[in-house]
Structures are given as C-alpha cells and as structure tokens.
C-alpha cells in the first residue's frame, strides 16, 4: 500500500466541538484479514487554528466467540469474551498542521478489536469518533453448545465483522439503524487472502473517500454502513447470484450481499431493498460498479440506460413508466418536470438533470442526482429514525 493511498484509509467520522476546528479521523489497517497478522490502529487529528495538543486511541481486544442466540442456536453475529484493554495517548505541543497516533496490535486468530479514538487541541477542546469493532485471524468454525441435559459441538461460523459500528459487540442480530453490507468470494476465488485484499480495495474506494464525487455519499454517510466478510459458499454469474452453506447461512443475516468475482462477466444485482449482486474485483473502477450495484441491490434503484434494469423499488422510483408519471414525481419532490426524459424508446423514463448519474454513467465524476439522491437520502432519514428498512 503506497502512502498516498494510506491517506485514504484514514477518513472516517470527524466529530468537532468547541470553536469547531479541531478534527479527527480513525481507521484501521488491513480492514480484515483472515489469518494472524500485524494491525494497525491510526488516528488523525488536526486543527489549524488551536493546534493539537493530545490525540488517544482506546482499544479493547479479545477472543470472537457466537452468543447465545435465539433458542439453542448461538448467534451469527459475534460477541467477544476474554476481553482486555490497552490505550496509547500521543503527545503533541500544538502544532497546527494534522498529526498522527498509530497503534499496532499482533492478532492471531479468532480475534475482536474495538476502538475508539479522541482528540484534545490547544485550548481544551475535545473531539471523538464512535466506537469501531473488526474480526481478525481465522474465523471461527465451530462452537460447543450446553444445555441442562447434553453438551455438543457443532460446526459453526459467525458474520467477520470489518467495520462495524459498535462499541459492545454481544448483539445476536444485524442492528436496525445500520445498513449491513455483505462481501462474499465468488468461487473463481479461492484464495481467501485474495478475497480480503479485493474487499479492502472495493470498500476504499467505495465507502473511505471524498476522492472522487461517486463516492462522497457513502463517505459522508460512512457510519450508517456497516461492513462484513462471509464466508465462501457464494456463486454469481451473470444476475444469477447464489448463496450457499455458510455463505447462504451469513448473507440471511445482512440487509445486502455482493460477491466479490475475477473472472469476466456483466455485472449485475437484484432491484430490492436489500438483495445480492456482483462486482468484478480486476476492474480498475470496481468501487464504482460496487457503488452502482449497490444502488440496486440496497436501493432499490433501476438502471438509467438503455439494456439494464429499467425499474425502480425506491422511494421515489427513479424509472417511470410514463411521461406523464414522470412528471407528476417530479413535481411533488419539487425537481424540474422538464428533466423528465424517456430512457431511449423503452417507454421508461426518468429524470436527468444533465449531470453524470450513478445509475447511468459510468464515471467517477458520477453522483445520485435527482430522485435516485433523494431515494438515497429518505434511507438516511429511516436510518436516523431506527430503521434503515
Ligand atoms: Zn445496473
């Protein structure tokens, strides 16, 4: 990884207080890897009015285990025991250009990290980021189930958590307020390592940078998201998308799934609120095609060309079957009605307000404009509210 990709990685929650200058970003690296290996916690802070006086990152380690689920079964979202805490605090004497506070941890397997980070500038003011958990190691494959009247080990795996937005990892379902996003290997990838490295790429670019305009919602929103890593068992070709064993059993348990593949074929998702899709990890833009397919597959959103998916489950819809509907939509989200335009001569039609759109063009200029931004927006506000769905 190269630094000036490094300083990607590091744009998460800036949580701002006091006078507002002081700000602060955490993130970790590898975002999961299955197998032993060095990660590394970094913290960034700056505030070029006050200086940064002291930056600290909090971490809680321990063993990932399955809780009680509902019944005798445990859990598929994990919850962590043995757990042990450290801190670094930083040190810093003001200076008014950003600094930096790393942390490294030595994982072995079957491990769940936690931290959260914060931040003082110059003159007292204090600023934090919410709680992040991850997976490290080799996943767990088994648990041993007790009851009053037998003890039995059973073969078992649990959801890999990348990035998940908690501070108490023991839920035993998919939390409301978050949209929990699946990534699966295809079976054209067998090396999970492969896998891994593909997810940390794709969910980059796709969910950690204001680089590009496609994905600035998504790294705004960033803490809505939460990122898993299932299991292999997952079969995409074409917009057949198959989820079997534990991969079937994981992808129940997120509100969308995409399989992560190498080999070459069109890309493509289910329109659903909450569905599966695909995304070809060779490809030099694959954070844009994930980010297109998730407008699909978690979004409910169709396709804006002519030769893809030409309906909509949104809300709004962003395909209508007439001009008229069209137009009458238009109207009531207040968006010009002389944006209404048909999708070539399919009879569908949606609004275009010029701008390159997610939904239709493929570039990393590409934004949700129109009624697909605020489709997206009303799931912002459903998240807020509890619900995301
Ligand atoms: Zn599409």
Known sequence: ????????????????????????????????????????????ATDTDKGVAEVRIDVTVGDLTACGGSGLLPSLIPCRTNATTQARI???????????????????????VTYSTSARNGSGSSASTGAVTYAAGAPLTQVTVSTPFFTITLPWETARPVVWHTGSPSGSSAPADKIDVGFFPDD?????????????SVALGAFFSTANQFSKNYSVWTNVYNLWAGPTGADGNGCTHTFSGGAGTISAVTDGDVILHQNAFRDCADIALGGGGTTQTTLSDASWVFTHESGH???????????????????????????????????????????????????????????????????????????????????????????CY
């Not at 800036?14 to 060095?38: E, I």
């Not at 040190?91 to 769940?112: E, Q, S």
Request: aromatic residues 6%; charged residues 15%.
């Open 188 to 200: 054209d990838i067998t090396n999970y390592r492969t896998f891994t490295d593909s997810l940390q």
């Open 90 to 112: 930083c040190t810093f004497a003001n200076p008014k250009t950003p600094v930096d506070c790393a942390l490294n941890l030595n994982l072995g397997d079957r491990r769940l």
């Open 297 to 387: 597959f978690l979004h409910g959103l169709g396709d804006e060309y002519v030769g893809g998916g030409n309906s909509s489950v949104s809300d709004p819809p962003n395909i209508y079957n007439s001009q008229a509907a069209c137009q009458t939509s238009a109207t009531a989200l207040s968006i010009n009605t002389a944006f209404c335009t048909q999708i070539g001569t399919t009879g569908k039609w949606r609004m275009d307000d010029g701008n390159p759109t997610t939904m239709e063009d493929r570039v990393l200029t590409s934004d949700w404009r129109t009624a697909s931004a605020i489709a997206i927006g009303r799931r912002m506000s459903k998240c807020a509210s509890g619900a």
């Open 1 to 44: 990884m190269t630094p000036a990709r490094l300083s990607l990685l590091v744009v998460l929650a800036v949580v701002v207080s006091g006078c507002g200058s002081l700000s602060l970003t955490a993130m970790h690296n590898p975002l999961y890897r299955a197998s032993a290996h060095t990660s590394t916690i970094t913290a960034r």
